[in-house]
């Protein structure tokens, strides 16, 4: 069908951190934040978008996409 772009697995995988518990290495070089980025979350306003952006921050580290 024109416009798919995903294999089926990567399509189930898709904005999922992946199955079960993270193990404590993944934790650590993903998860945790350094002060450099603690500077960039606080710079935004409110909690809840302190709390999305650096959401957003691990997400994107994690899995090189939004």
Known sequence: MAGE???AAEEAA???YGHGAPEQSVLERFFFLDDLDRELVAKRRGDHNRLGFGL???TVRHLGAF
Request: hydrophobic share 35%; net charge positive.
């Open 56 to 58: 957003q921050l691990v």
């Open 14 to 16: 898709y904005g999922r």
């Open 5 to 7: 772009y995903l294999t």
